[in-house]
Each structure stands twice: as structure tokens, then as C-alpha cells.
């Protein structure tokens, strides 16, 4: 299946500093990819979805100056958590999609995210 | 709005002896279901999908699943459970076109030897 990296895997920063996460597909072109946030023992919620050229559409609830997404390519999306804090620290998935209306997606590793 | 529902946090089996991790699922329109698999710290590993066609589905590791419209159910079966499929496990849905998954809470499946 196709491959979708996401760096780092894992990160500890200060409160108030912020953190960059990458999200590449490695082997298809996505015009999509999506942002999930996964808590403890629970399942994966959509925060964004990022299309490749435009701005990303943000669910309910999810502060878009908070986590800025940018999909500057077809293979690149990025979560920038600003101003981290430690209620920030949870488990942060992208998914990529390949092209067509059958395709499924494929999941980066995740980043561990803890902000002390 | 979809949404998915795994009834079972928790699904205990021997080794050797087939295994049922259940779904069932609420859109509106056709489905388009999927099941993942969660190792500890770990993304999302995709283990099969039905769009349509064949209601029997069969996946990667032996596992297979089978698309039942009437009771709008998804069911993850294996027909010998193996230690190393210990794990969470995700039933998922979209709908057609670019929408995102929705996933259900997870159950958590033990295999113990």
C-alpha cells in the first residue's frame, strides 16, 4: 500500500513554544489529507481537512489560529500547534488520500505531542 | 450524518479460535466502510475496505469482513485468532467523494495464548 510519513514521532516542548508537525506521502499525489487528534483510550477526531492550494476546513470547535494547517504540495500538509500547552499534548494522526473515489487512506505513524 | 458504532470496548479470545469484532453504521447514502488497525504509538494500518460488489470482503492477515446492508452492520472477522492480533481496531465510513472517515471508539481485541 501506499506510504505516508509523518515526523517527528515524538516531541516535548514548553508551554507557549510551538511545534511543527510534517505529514508527506511518499509513493501518490494527495490533494487531500486530513488532521486527526486521538486522546487516551479513545477514538480519532477530525480536526481539519487540508486541500492542496487552499485553506483548510476546520471542524467545530477547533481553533484554526491554534493549529495552522498548510498543503503547500501534493505531497506535504503541515500542523503547526502555536502557543503550545500542556492540554495540547495528545496523539496527532494526518491521513492522505490517493486520488478517485474508491481510494482509502492511508494513515501516518502518529506524533506523540506532550508540552510540559 | 454518519457515524459508527463498535458496541464492544474490550474482545477477549483464546488463541486459535475465531474472533468477531462488530460494527454497525448509520449514513445516509451508499457506504463506503473500512477497518484499521492501531499497534501501541503506532498510526493506522488499513486491513480492508468495501465500496461494493461482494458483500464478503477479505483483507490483509487473514482477516475479513462482511458487509450486511439490512442490519447496516461491518463485522471484522478471522477464523483463527493469532497472538500478534492484539491490538485496537477501527471501523470506519465515509460517504462518496472527498469526506473525511468517521471512526468509530475502538475495541481493543486480546488474544491470549
Redesign the interface.
Known amino acids: 500500500g501506499a506510504v505516508v510519513s509523518q515526523h517527528p514521532s515524538r516531541v516535548i516542548c514548553k508551554s507557549g513554544t510551538s511545534v511543527k508537525i510534517e505529514c508527506r506521502s511518499l509513493d501518490f499525489q494527495a490533494t487531500t489529507m486530513f488532521w486527526y487528534r486521538q486522546f487516551p483510550k479513545q477514538s480519532l477526531m477530525l480536526m481539519a481537512t487540508s486541500n492542496e492550494g487552499s485553506k483548510a476546513t476546520y471542524e467545530q470547535g477547533v481553533e484554526k489560529d491554534k493549529f495552522l494547517i498548510n498543503h503547500a504540495s501534493l505531497t506535504l500538509s503541515t500542523l503547526t500547534v502555536t502557543s503550545a500547552h500542556p492540554e495540547d499534548s495528545s496523539f496527532y494522526i494526518c491521513s492522505a488520500r490517493e486520488q478517485g473515489p474508491n481510494a482509502e487512506a492511508f494513515f501516518g505513524q502518529g506524533t506523540r505531542l506532550t508540552v510540559v | 450524518a454518519q457515524s459508527v458504532a463498535q458496541p464492544e470496548d474490550q474482545v477477549n479470545v483464546a488463541e486459535g479460535n475465531p474472533l468477531t469484532v462488530k460494527c454497525t453504521y448509520s449514513v445516509s447514502g451508499n457506504p463506503?466502510l473500512?477497518w484499521?488497525v492501531q499497534y501501541p504509538?503506532?498510526?493506522?494500518?488499513?486491513l480492508l475496505?468495501y465500496?461494493t460488489g461482494d458483500n464478503l470482503v477479505k483483507g490483509s492477515y487473514g482477516f475479513e469482513a462482511e458487509f450486511n446492508k439490512s442490519q447496516t452492520s461491518f463485522h471484522l472477522k478471522k477464523p483463527s485468532a493469532l497472538v500478534s492480533d492484539s491490538a485496537l481496531y477501527?471501523c470506519a465510513v465515509r460517504v462518496?467523494?472527498?469526506t473525511?472517515?468517521?471512526?468509530?471508539?475502538?475495541t481493543r481485541l486480546s488474544v491470549i495464548a
Open positions: 463506503y473500512f484499521y504509538n503506532r498510526g493506522l494500518q488499513f475496505k465500496i477501527f462518496s467523494g472527498n473525511p472517515l468517521v471512526f468509530g471508539k475502538g
